[in-house]
């Protein structure tokens, strides 16, 4: 074998895949590259026939602790490392005489392979010397090729052939960003074999939002549902969407308050004196879809609700707390899921939400609703206590039903909702339509989520016995809208807030 | 100084933050666990008037290549890798006469501060001997403890003083987790660092569902799709979510189609055997709701539609190719955003969503629906071909509209969409007032996105010239609703597939 001193360029090979070496020593033979390596991949280099130089002959220095060092040389990494554009640089390598290490091409070992082995074996698996060689060429990328897979020897022999034996500085760039995510998500995988030790950071869900559809949830801090599970069956993906919807609306308000969700909005919400007097009123909101729903409460479940709730059929109740005689009775409906609230996070900052272009996230709609941003701008001004407490419950109520939404109040309960349509006019008809089902009533204060784009919305509530509206301005019809009103003695609170949730 | 011989244990210390170094040497010095250090950190110690040991001397082996190489010596590595309970390894490390290392205290160099200027000596930033020290004592944390922070001293600290001198595996174990944590987040810190001088993976967005929320798109796969915009303003938070909806509805159909969205639901969708006569029949679905939406179709935009487009306010059109006098007459209006669909990415496989409990992760719904599906369980079971072919677009279009969704169809064209109701009445009820409104027509076909609990949904569709239903089976009324329509010599076809979508 030539001495090393007559080869200008070395390649250290340190591979745990070994596929493809034929490829990479034909590559490298043919440019004069030197092989440098150790260990296995030495073995397998030589079985193949080529030529390799061992690193330990080079370091006189011998692998050691059953090979959990190896490479860890100083001459080595000031191989690697060293600038060759510096002067002094340049002097500490040649002093060293070692050889020249222009590309460093390692696979790691596969500690993910091995980490489902619970036993401490797959500590062996954490690859020390590995991230470390890669790490060191693909931070002198000016100068140094870091390959980090065996399926970037294709890309690696282009470039060498393209450019005769060495690479271009865009190609090593590329693999030096490469070489950081490797290892990136290699240090996470063993980071998460840790914690995994510890606890489970996914929750398997029966299915999603369809039977055909797989899901699980990806815990926040540690936090699981299933332990703030009282009693009850599997708690759904669906389910799951529900109680994430029902806070939200609950988050606005500090009176007992009932929320009673169905498919992701509400269809009664109401807040009372008590928690029991909230919950027959949001029932009576819209008894028909409250029929399987989710409820969700505000204040301590005790047993004179729990002996109301037992006679209608719900999913899923969501309580800050019960008495131990209201869990006995609501244990007679074996498949009631009963959730304690307490230790639920009570809101999100961001909210994630993919789309096929990447994930669109936004801040949270955390902000409370104030005086303000509300102002009274029709010539009526005079609200009354309760119009005004009505007007708020109203516009907190509507900021968390699905856009277009239109909410109709009386005395802090929902008696119409107009949810999920995509014009205005429908919202509000469709609110009208299920006030005229269940109540009639005098003095209705009516929220829209954004502003009345026409009059025409505003005919229909002031028909149908709506004296307040509120509702966020920003229309070209604005004026118009204020006219009509002051023409008919209704009052209107425009809010500077929009409050669109889709 | 004495010599390390008489010291049982030694804590090396390399760290950039210098901060509470004071706390730590006072707590090694009271439990007699020797310093070794380098550099500007043994500089620091000796300041404050502790002793430690160089490095240098140590390894006989000099700082290098102007702080590149400092640390990368096998003798520090036998003494921090070898395993205390392994006889060959305590002879491999006997052999060297080193100091045994037994706390690794490390803190990085500060990669994210530097990182943006954006010369190349951000690269000096990029720790390597750091990280290699850390990682190695992480791996054995059996015997060694790694402290990557120094938020971390006063829990050492705790550790050493209750276990008189040393620290207890499951500290040991919490400090390795952590560090994997912290380089896994370091070197993706250096990877998004390399990716971010080639391209940027966020795109900040004016704001998100209203003017008060913060929101930005993260890209998958380097997807720009301010790329595929030809014209018109900033596209919003809602645009790109509208935008998303459509595709999923195109998705579904071959033939010419267009859909129109408005918050999030398709206000009208329409195949036929142009393009231009799906977008007038879409328009005609509901052209109130129509106003200021989204429009997207399946085919090429020719000059033929443009003019009659141009003449109706949308936001945004999306469509996979354009001539370019379609273009020169859409440019009229300025504001009018105009999309290639054509690069945009066709599907996605998972749905993330995020809920104050964690990440919801579920598969799309991407399961096509086909004959396989669907079962004819009504007496009557001849279907006309045009039947067939309306049972099958309407499903293909409940499917993505928000539950509970009714959709009344007639020749491939929408003619009452009933969306995001809280009981499927209401949705039933909706639907038929939307067709009564814009319609009056004969032998309509029902599609739902859930079963019908009881007959009264099917008597009102009955009742409003609907003659074939298709809906997933399921309900425990199932059968009555089959004897509903065989008394009334209806065409019922159950699905297999439910197809919730909130």
Redesign the interface.
Known sequence: MVSFKKIKSFALISVFDKSNLVFLCNLFEKYKIGIISSGSTSKEIKSLGYNCFEISKLTK?NE???G??KT???N???SI???RENH??KK?FKNINFPKIDFVIVSLYPFSKYKKNKS?NA?EM?D?GG??LL??A??NF?SVTAISSPSDYTLLAHSIERNSGTTNLSFR?KM???T??V??????N??NW??ENKEKKY?K?KY?????????????ND?N?SNYKIQGKEIS??N??D??SG?DFLNEFTEPTTVII????A?GIASSSTIKKSFVRALNS?K??A?G?VVLLNKKLESGLAKILIKNFFEVIVSPGYTNEAIKILSLRKNLILINSNK?????K????????????????N?SLSKKHLKIVSKNKKLTHREYEDVLFGFKVVKHI???AIVLVKNKQTIG?G?????R??AT??SI??YKENFSLKNLVCASDAFFPFVDSIKLLQKNNCRCIVVPNGSINDNKVINFVDKNQLKLIFSS??????
């Open positions: 220095f050691v602790l059953d959990r060092v860890l040389h100083p080595i990494y000031i490392l060293h600038n002094d640089h500490t401490y500590i954490i020390i991230p470390t790490r060191a693909a931070k000016e760039k030096a960003a490469k950081f995510k290892i990136s998500k290699y240090d996470q063993i980071h840790f914690i929750i869900l999603g939002e369809n039977p055909h559809q797989k899901a699980k949830l990806k815990i926040k936090f549902l993906y669906n799951i969407l109680i994430d806070l169905k498919h992701n909005n269809c819209d028909k879809s029929f729903g639920i996070p009570k809101k999100q961001k909210i994630i939400k993919s789309v096929r272009m990447g994930n669109l996230i936004q801040e949270n709609d902000l699905k856009s277009n909702i949810a999920g349509q995509m014009n006019y429908d008809k469709l339509s299920k807030l929009r409050v669109f949730k889709h």
